[in-house]
């Protein structure tokens, strides 16, 4: 996984139809077991695509865009506003059956 740490960034892969990013805080705990186990999928499944990682501190304003109401978020940017996000990381075969219903991965 790749952290984003500049706005042109964030900005860039907004606009990229197939961004995978994962938004996150730091002190958020359950952020960090959701991460444990999207680098679980990640690493099983060998994927082609980048997972971009996100502070949403430093990006208050991409919350808003994309409407994402709480993290850990993980979002697939699919462009014409078709953007899918995963609220609940409830386990490594959801968020397995999440990626695995984009056509970018």
């Known amino acids: 996984m790749q952290e984003i740490t500049d706005e042109v960034s964030i900005k860039e892969l907004l606009q990229k139809e197939g961004s995978i ?16 186990m999207l680098h679980i999928v990640t690493e099983a499944k060998e994927m082609n695509a980048v997972v971009y990682m996100c502070n949403l501190n430093y990006f208050p304003w991409v919350a808003e865009v994309l409407g994402i109401q709480s993290v850990p978020a993980l979002t697939v940017i699919g462009g014409y506003d078709e953007n ?22």
Do not use: H
Not at 21 to 30: H, L
Not at 86 to 105: G, H, M, P, R, W
């Open 84 to 105: 899918r996000t995963l609220f609940a990381f409830e386990s490594v075969v959801t968020i397995d059956k999440f990626l695995n219903q984009s056509k970018f991965v």
């Open 21 to 36: 990013i994962f938004f996150y805080t730091p002190f958020c705990q359950t952020c960090k077991i959701a991460e444990r």
